[in-house]
């Protein structure tokens, strides 16, 4: 399942440049993983694709985002809206690939009000009610680390029940309830390792 994302990320590459046939290989290149790896998880799917042509990219990218629950729109919330939250709401990608971006929410009164990428930004008084209102099953929650557990327990209570964390702490959820969590500084830090240990012993690591 970890993989299936970053196949389909190959696929809609392909598709904007007019790309309508993979090989396993093509895909194991774009994907970073070897082509014996994508043949057995696509065969998983009941893709097998054809000697010699490959994949067809159309409907690889349909059953690959079946399998991920992309056939239809899927509404999310943004709680945060500092520089990441931001960003994040003016990121095109999210339409792109199944999810659209029905809200806009934070505590700060001066920033309640104002719109970023064409979003008003609404009061943290009203979660439970929009996440209700506009059918919202994915809460993405872009807080201060203080903030994040009152968030995740008014969203969860609405209903929502999957959560891309990007406060830097662990968040505590009942049963039924995911919880994807995105630590920037985590990730840097272990690349950081990368870097150190390559320019230590770079023979080891070219």
């Known amino acids: ?39 057995k998880d696509l065969s998983h799917l009941g893709s097998y694709g054809t000697r010699g042509v490959g994949y067809q990219v159309a409907e690889l990218t349909a059953e690959i985002s079946q399998v991920l629950g992309l056939g239809d729109d899927r509404p999310v919330v943004i709680v945060g809206v500092g520089n990441l939250g931001r960003a994040l709401a003016s990121y095109d990608g999210f339409a792109r690939r199944g999810f659209r971006l029905v809200a806009l929410v934070d505590a700060d009164p001066a920033l309640v009000g104002t719109e970023v990428a064409g979003h008003t930004i609404e009061p943290v008084a009203r979660l439970h009610e929009l996440v209700e209102e506009r059918g ?71």
């Open 1 to 39: 399942m970890a993989r299936l994302p970053i196949y389909l990320q190959v696929l809609l590459s392909a598709t904007e440049v007019g790309t309508t046939t993979v090989s396993s290989d093509e895909l194991a290149s774009g994907a970073g993983f070897n082509s014996a790896k994508v043949r």
């Open 136 to 206: 919202i099953g994915i809460a993405v929650i872009a807080t201060p680390a203080a903030h994040a557990q009152a968030v995740a327990d008014a969203v969860t209570a609405a209903g929502v029940t999957a959560i891309l964390n990007f406060a830097p702490t662990q968040l505590e959820v009942g049963a039924g309830v995911t919880v994807r969590r995105v630590d920037l500084s985590s990730e840097l830090q272990i690349l950081s390792f990368y870097e150190h240990l390559a320019a230590q012993f770079p023979a080891a690591t070219g």
